[in-house]
């Protein structure tokens, strides 16, 4: 108990010292609960699964095997380094078209001008490792690094525009604005195996299903959906096929449950995000004569792109993670077109037993995030305006 | 740039018309309805399947002739869903009471005490949530077998802990509760420890009541995240004692074939119990969202 003047008393005093340590003991105490389920269950197995991908490990642990659980992945160390140097090449580029020769005059050019030829060289460094690791690697591993890269690039953008226009419409004058958002953030919390159950139904590939009914009222004919692999751009008419021609239709029905899902929550949180933009600038930019679409585009979008980046990173965070509603609505009809990393690991491990093989496979996807995530703060982070 | 733009009575200088402003107005309605038709027509085919004779999902009808209450009372003894829907509810209690105490107490740690290896800790803790489960699971599969570590019982393969208990804490939830706390004002924490209040009580008497925006934004997120939980229990469950209901809505996927409205009957009962708590839950949930910094 310290009675009041122990609390003003300065630095360096018994009664400050001894706060001090109960600050300190309780503060430990206070987190170790979480702390102890955190790090057996999140840190722990982070340790594990680099121990596990060393070894012939089949449901029971087997022999050491190094690095051959990676070589099964990229064919040779080789082919690993091309494409990392590939990278590396890239972002030399970028960085050296943004940064470099800025004081020299006339420089900027030659800076663009050399960023574009290393950007490319890079772009072909990267191309030529990734072919070579496409010839003696996992093909089944890279093909659905692509499966999860058009998965994330057809949702997240998609998810971020809805949301911002439907969060900026709600935060004029709206009537039943509350009934909106509700409306709007059921798809997020409702659990996404039963939605997607229902999905399954509405693009089925039957001609009576609703998806089709409404193509058939614009004079189409009725599509597979979730079983359908060929790439949208070739049922379009395009003469493109097998992954590299794009998302399969039956990727593109998930891309679309995706987003029906996910909009609500871009949008509760840039709405809160809109509240927080101070009304003189609106005001002020309204009196200059500003109409409303310069007022969104010179006010809204810079002052919200902080929400903007963190929705982004989450998005792609959460599309590189994605498993829940992917495992419900695949098909075997729509084959490898569906199969993001997430399902592929899934199913080294609980379909294959080979659990060496999986957690290796889950550490390269690992990398892979970080490394996107960290290209990803560079490039929107720089843009960003907090204010 | 100007005084005049905090003067009230000086705004709408350029006065939009009359009538653009309503033909504005209402294309704005339109998109918010067409948006809202949007979300809610899934389960809007939720429910009118779920109400329909088998043939009429055949023939794919909007509305059922009579609704068929007898779905539900069909799913919920024949499908085993009631056993499903106990379980659900068993393990999402027990796991929101151990994520609330966790997290709170950590929160009000990270949030309102210093302490050497504070920011340390709390970077680790943000860390874990960039990693993708794919990373974890494995670990975690054997850890819950007993294989890694010997647990008492031998394996909690098909037990209630094994649902419950890698749950109990996560970084979200006390990042969340953290920003909140740490925004109470110095003055009420100095005035409670000259009235000889120490952290926990002060935590239990004074934070607390203050903070139930951002404990029912927690709660309704770990009650989601749980409730929906899928993965892992797939993974941990082989048989039907602990199995909770979204392993068995898709084990019912995967046996009922063509009977849709059953499957839908099924569908509707999982997620019942999350529109309840949304709606009781979701104005607090507003406020969290708002106040708690994760706008970003």
Same mark, same amino acid.
């Given at each position: 108990?310290?009675?009041?003047?122990?609390?003003?008393?300065?630095?360096?005093?018994? %009664?400050?010292?001894?706060? %001090?340590?109960?600050?300190?003991?309780?503060?430990?105490?206070?987190?170790?609960?979480?702390?102890?389920?955190?790090?057996?269950? &999140?840190?722990? *197995?982070?340790?594990?699964?680099?121990?596990?991908?060393?070894?012939?490990?089949?449901?029971?642990?087997?022999?050491?095997?190094?690095?051959?659980?990676?070589?099964?992945?990229?064919?040779?160390?080789?082919?690993?380094?091309?494409?990392?140097?590939?990278?590396?090449?890239?972002?030399?580029?970028?960085?050296?078209?943004?940064?470099?020769?800025?004081?020299?005059?006339?420089?900027?050019?030659?800076?663009?001008?050399?960023?574009?030829?290393?950007?490319?060289?890079?772009?072909?460094?990267?191309?030529?490792?990734? &072919?070579?690791?496409?010839?003696?690697?996992?093909?089944?591993?890279?093909?659905?690094?692509?499966?999860?890269?058009?998965?994330?690039?057809?949702?997240?953008?998609?998810?971020?525009?809805?949301?911002?226009?439907?969060?900026?419409?709600?935060?004029?004058?709206?009537?039943?604005?509350?009934?909106?958002?509700?409306?709007?953030?059921?798809?997020?919390?409702? /659990?996404?195996?039963?939605?997607?159950?229902?999905?399954?139904?509405?693009?089925?590939?039957?001609? @009576?299903?609703?998806?089709?009914?409404?193509? &058939?009222?614009?004079?189409?004919?009725?599509?597979?959906?979730?079983?359908?692999?060929? *790439?949208?751009?070739?049922?379009?008419?395009?003469?493109?096929?097998?992954?590299?021609?794009?998302?399969?239709?039956?990727?593109?029905?998930?891309?679309?449950?995706?987003?029906?899902?996910?909009?609500?929550?871009?949008?509760?949180?840039?709405?809160?995000?809109?509240?927080?933009?101070?009304?003189?600038?609106?005001?002020?930019?309204?009196?200059?004569?500003?109409?409303?679409?310069?007022?969104?585009?010179?006010?809204?979008?810079?002052?919200?792109?902080?929400?903007?980046?963190?929705?982004?990173?989450?998005?792609?965070?959460?599309?590189?993670?994605?498993?829940?509603?992917?495992?419900?609505?695949?098909?075997?009809?729509?084959?490898?077109?569906?199969?993001?990393?997430?399902?592929? $690991?899934?199913?080294?491990?609980?379909?294959?037993?080979?659990?060496?093989? %999986?957690?290796?496979?889950?550490?390269?996807?690992?990398?892979?995030?970080?490394?996107?995530?960290?290209?990803?703060?560079?490039?929107?982070?720089?843009?960003?305006?907090?204010? | 740039?100007?005084?005049?733009?905090?003067?009230?009575?000086?705004?709408?200088?350029?006065?939009?018309?009359?009538?653009?402003?309503?033909?504005?107005?209402?294309?704005?309605?339109?998109?918010?309805?067409?948006?809202?038709?949007?979300?809610?027509?899934?389960?809007?085919?939720?429910?009118?399947?779920?109400?329909?004779?088998?043939?009429?999902?055949?023939?794919?009808?909007?509305?059922? %002739?009579?609704?068929?209450?007898?779905?539900?009372?069909?799913?919920?003894?024949?499908?085993?869903?009631?056993?499903?829907?106990?379980?659900?509810?068993?393990?999402?209690?027990?796991?929101?009471?151990?994520?609330?105490?966790?997290?709170?107490?950590? &929160?009000?740690?990270?949030?309102?005490?210093?302490?050497?290896?504070?920011?340390?800790?709390?970077?680790?803790?943000?860390?874990?949530?960039?990693?993708?489960?794919?990373?974890?699971?494995?670990?975690?599969?054997?850890?819950?077998?007993?294989?890694?570590? /010997?647990?008492?019982?031998?394996?909690?393969?098909?037990?209630?802990?094994?649902?419950?208990?890698p749950f109990m804490a996560n970084a979200f939830s006390i990042f969340l509760l953290r920003q909140f706390f740490a925004q109470i004002p110095k003055e009420l924490w100095d005035a409670a420890r000259i009235d000889g209040c120490d952290h926990l009580r002060f935590l239990i008497q004074v934070v607390m009541p203050i903070s139930k925006a951002p404990i029912m934004?927690?709660?309704?997120?770990?009650?989601?995240?749980?409730?929906?939980?899928?993965?892992?229990?797939?993974? $941990?469950?082989?048989?039907?004692?602990?199995?909770?209901?979204?392993?068995?809505?898709?084990? !019912?996927?995967?046996?009922?074939?063509?009977?849709?409205?059953?499957?839908?009957?099924?569908?509707?009962?999982?997620?019942?119990?999350?529109?309840?708590?949304?709606?009781?839950?979701?104005?607090? !949930?507003?406020?969290?969202?708002? @106040?708690?910094?994760?706008?970003?």
């Amino acid at each position: 108990m310290e009675s009041s003047d122990t609390i003003i008393s300065t630095k360096g005093s018994n %009664a400050f010292k001894k706060q %001090a340590f109960k600050d300190q003991i309780t503060g430990l105490l206070f987190t170790f609960p979480a702390l102890l389920i955190i790090l057996i269950f &999140g840190i722990f *197995p982070i340790g594990y699964s680099i121990y596990m991908s060393l070894f012939n490990w089949q449901v029971t642990k087997g022999p050491f095997i190094g690095d051959k659980n990676y070589l099964l992945i990229f064919g040779s160390w080789t082919n690993f380094l091309i494409i990392l140097a590939g990278i590396a090449l890239f972002v030399l580029g970028f960085y050296v078209w943004r940064r470099a020769f800025q004081t020299l005059s006339n420089g900027q050019r030659w800076a663009h001008i050399a960023g574009a030829l290393i950007l490319i060289l890079g772009g072909v460094i990267f191309v030529t490792g990734w &072919g070579l690791m496409y010839e003696t690697g996992n093909k089944d591993f890279l093909n659905s690094l692509i499966v999860t890269v058009y998965y994330a690039l057809g949702t997240v953008p998609a998810e971020i525009i809805i949301g911002l226009v439907l969060a900026y419409i709600l935060y004029q004058d709206i009537i039943g604005k509350q009934a909106f958002r509700i409306i709007y953030f059921l798809p997020y919390i409702t /659990p996404s195996i039963s939605t997607a159950v229902v999905f399954q139904i509405i693009f089925s590939s039957r001609e @009576t299903s609703v998806a089709n009914r409404l193509i &058939g009222l614009f004079g189409m004919d009725p599509l597979k959906w979730r079983f359908e692999p060929k *790439p949208v751009l070739n049922l379009l008419g395009l003469d493109v096929s097998g992954l590299a021609g794009g998302p399969s239709l039956a990727l593109l029905t998930i891309i679309i449950f995706g987003i029906w899902s996910f909009v609500g929550y871009n949008t509760v949180i840039f709405l809160s995000g809109l509240g927080n933009i101070p009304k003189e600038i609106y005001e002020a930019a309204e009196i200059d004569g500003g109409s409303k679409w310069d007022r969104f585009w010179h006010i809204t979008i810079p002052m919200i792109s902080p929400v903007t980046f963190y929705l982004s990173l989450i998005g792609f965070i959460g599309t590189f993670k994605a498993f829940n509603h992917l495992y419900v609505m695949r098909t075997p009809s729509a084959q490898n077109t569906v199969i993001t990393t997430s399902l592929l $690991v899934f199913d080294r491990f609980y379909k294959a037993n080979q659990y060496g093989v %999986a957690t290796a496979q889950a550490i390269v996807l690992f990398l892979v995030i970080l490394g996107l995530t960290f290209a990803q703060n560079k490039l929107m982070g720089e843009r960003v305006f907090y204010g | 740039m100007d005084n005049s733009a905090t003067l009230p009575g000086i705004k709408h200088i350029k006065k939009e018309t009359p009538v653009g402003k309503i033909l504005g107005k209402a294309s704005l309605y339109l998109i918010l309805l067409v948006g809202a038709v949007i979300f809610i027509f899934p389960f809007f085919w939720m429910i009118s399947s779920s109400l329909m004779t088998l043939g009429e999902t055949i023939i794919r009808k909007f509305v059922p %002739a009579i609704p068929q209450w007898v779905n539900y009372k069909e799913a919920w003894t024949q499908a085993n869903f009631s056993k499903y829907f106990i379980n659900s509810v068993l393990v999402t209690l027990g796991t929101l009471t151990g994520l609330l105490f966790t997290s709170i107490l950590a &929160g009000y740690a990270f949030g309102r005490i210093d302490f050497k290896g504070k920011n340390l800790l709390f970077g680790i803790f943000l860390a874990t949530m960039m990693i993708p489960e794919s990373v974890t699971l494995i670990p975690n599969y054997l850890l819950i077998r007993g294989t890694i570590i /010997p647990l008492p019982g031998g394996t909690w393969i098909n037990t209630y802990w094994a649902l419950t208990v890698p749950f109990m804490a996560n970084a979200f939830s006390i990042f969340l509760l953290r920003q909140f706390f740490a925004q109470i004002p110095k003055e009420l924490w100095d005035a409670a420890r000259i009235d000889g209040c120490d952290h926990l009580r002060f935590l239990i008497q004074v934070v607390m009541p203050i903070s139930k925006a951002p404990i029912m934004t927690v709660l309704l997120f770990g009650f989601t995240g749980s409730w929906n939980a899928f993965q892992w229990p797939l993974l $941990v469950t082989t048989r039907d004692t602990w199995r909770p209901l979204m392993v068995g809505l898709y084990g !019912f996927v995967q046996e009922a074939g063509p009977n849709t409205h059953w499957l839908m009957a099924g569908a509707v009962i999982t997620i019942i119990p999350i529109l309840i708590v949304y709606f009781l839950t979701q104005k607090q !949930f507003t406020q969290g969202i708002a @106040t708690t910094g994760l706008k970003g």
